[in-house]
């Protein structure tokens, strides 16, 4: 899922049919860092807003502080998990992806009223949501720091986009919004925030970059490349890519522990790309040994029946 030049772009439209129709990317990314090597200014995370039509731009906050403002507070006694599933593409495969992986999580670690899906239209008449972008996430984060314990609730979060080399994960809403959310403005953001407890599911070219920066004895994560590698089926017609479509939407629905079903999706990735003759993504799985402290009593509540796929497979992609 590569962001092929890095300095990436969205066609605006009238604020009815923006949600209708996922915007598209017609221009080159615009500079969004300064100095003499660019890439240096990458780190700190930066986002560009253009062109935007004001009207639009209210809706919008008016969605994510609503979004914000319906989380449930923590309860007592429970370890609640909190979930987020994003999208910062506005190829609508990205919004697809988010928007059922939201469902199968939060079915999974037992999370309704404590979800949230930043993703943008989907392309196929789905509800209208916040867009995902580098300031939506940093502000769901920071309400579900607030609202959770600390302690012993944990944040499930979902992160499906494209991926750039040495820099992170890229946001792009069509022409209007660029952006590159970095391993080290990440770590930032979780840290200074102290949500310590997390299952981070990353979705992008070059993911595995993010595992050095973001471990720790209390997180899990699983990434769908290394730090080096390409990931594959982000067709913008693709209803998954690769990752999602072997870890959540197989692996993920049924009943069996995070370890195993990491493993699950990892071997069935490698059938797909043998198939398809493809480089090996090489996805990345770091758990730590604190985990099991917060992610046992999620995995006690797992629903015991599995649910059955949907959509279109993400090996589509390699037919002829």
């Known amino acids: ?38 890439i240096d200014g990458l780190e700190s995370g930066p986002e560009l807003q253009r062109g935007r039509d004001a009207r639009a731009m209210l809706a919008e906050q008016r969605r ?9 507070p923590e309860r007592r006694g429970v370890v609640d998990a909190y979930v987020v599933s994003i999208a910062l593409d506005s190829d609508p495969v990205f919004a ?45 984060l920071a309400r579900i720091a ?46 200074g925030l102290g949500i310590r407890n997390r299952l981070l599911l990353l979705s992008a070219c070059y993911s595995g970059a993010f595992v050095p920066r973001l471990m720790s004895d209390t997180t899990a994560i699983l990434t769908a490349a290394s730090a080096s590698r390409s990931s594959f089926g982000c067709r913008a017609e693709n209803d998954w890519t690769f990752f999602g479509d072997a870890l959540v939407n197989h692996a993920l629905r049924k009943a069996q522990p995070l370890a195993e079903a990491a493993t699950e999706a990892r071997q069935t990735i490698i059938g797909w790309e043998r198939a398809g003759r493809l480089d090996p993504s090489m996805p990345q799985v770091t758990i730590g040994d604190g985990v099991v402290a917060w992610l046992a009593p999620l995995e006690a509540r797992m ?16 037919k002829p």
């Open 303 to 318: 629903p015991k029946a599995a649910t059955a796929p949907v959509g279109a497979p993400a090996t589509d992609a390699l």
């Open 1 to 38: 899922m590569r962001a092929s030049a890095m300095l990436l772009a969205l066609a605006s439209a009238p604020l009815a049919r923006a949600q209708q129709r996922p915007p598209e990317h017609t221009a080159g990314w615009p500079g969004i860092v300064s100095g003499d090597s660019g």
């Open 146 to 191: 607030e609202v959770m314990d600390r302690d012993q609730d944990a944040l499930v979060l979902y992160v499906t986009s494209h991926g750039a080399p040495d820099a992170g994960l890229a946001y792009h809403d069509g022409d209007q919004g660029y952006g590159i959310l970095s391993p080290a403005r990440f770590a930032a953001i979780l840290d």
């Open 96 to 140: 697809r992806e988010a928007r059922e992986s939201a469902r199968v999580l939060a079915r999974r670690y037992d999370a309704e009223g404590r979800t949230l899906v930043l993703a943008g239209p989907d392309g196929r008449g789905g509800a209208t949501l916040p867009v995902g972008s580098i300031s939506a996430l940093t502000l769901a």
């Open 64 to 72: 994510i502080v609503g979004a914000l403002a319906a989380l449930q």
